[in-house]
């Protein structure tokens, strides 16, 4: 399913453009590997951190994962949020605590021993790029 030196880490989070390449640099220098499989939805740590998640979205987050984990053998997980967020538009504060619930959801979810590690991405001036472990 992937050639040897072809290694992956798992981004879960927002499908905002401007976090992305902060995203793919975090997690090559995290876990020393190429690629960043990644998995979006519009605010997706705000819906992850519902007391009720969606079953459907549930579904489809652990079905990309776990092809992420068992078939590229994933390295670790990132799940991060960030400012200005139009899918996810509550303060900094109260967006990381969904940071570290949708962590939580997402590990009673693919039940793996791997690393999920959450993070939260800030603008500094015009470039995006902080990259805050939580
Ligand atoms: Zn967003």
């Given at each position: 399913m992937s050639h040897v030196g072809e290694t992956f880490f798992t981004s879960v989070g927002c499908m905002d453009g401007r976090v992305q390449n902060?995203?793919?640099h975090y997690g090559q220098k995290k876990f020393g590997v190429k690629y960043a499989d990644t998995?979006?939805?519009a605010g997706l740590v705000g819906l992850l951190a519902k007391e009720n998640v969606d079953p459907v979205l549930l579904?489809?987050?652990k079905k990309k994962?776990?092809?992420s984990v068992e078939k590229h053998h994933s390295k670790g997980i990132v799940v991060h949020g960030h400012q200005e967020c139009?899918?996810?538009p509550v303060e900094d504060?109260?967006?990381k605590e969904d940071v570290l619930k949708a962590v939580k959801t997402i590990g009673a979810l693919i039940k793996k021993d791997?690393?999920?590690i959450p993070v939260f991405i800030t603008r500094n001036k015009h470039l995006w790029g902080e990259v805050e472990e939580l």
């Amino acid at each position: 399913m992937s050639h040897v030196g072809e290694t992956f880490f798992t981004s879960v989070g927002c499908m905002d453009g401007r976090v992305q390449n902060p995203m793919l640099h975090y997690g090559q220098k995290k876990f020393g590997v190429k690629y960043a499989d990644t998995i979006t939805e519009a605010g997706l740590v705000g819906l992850l951190a519902k007391e009720n998640v969606d079953p459907v979205l549930l579904g489809s987050i652990k079905k990309k994962i776990l092809i992420s984990v068992e078939k590229h053998h994933s390295k670790g997980i990132v799940v991060h949020g960030h400012q200005e967020c139009a899918g996810n538009p509550v303060e900094d504060d109260l967006h990381k605590e969904d940071v570290l619930k949708a962590v939580k959801t997402i590990g009673a979810l693919i039940k793996k021993d791997i690393q999920i590690i959450p993070v939260f991405i800030t603008r500094n001036k015009h470039l995006w790029g902080e990259v805050e472990e939580l």
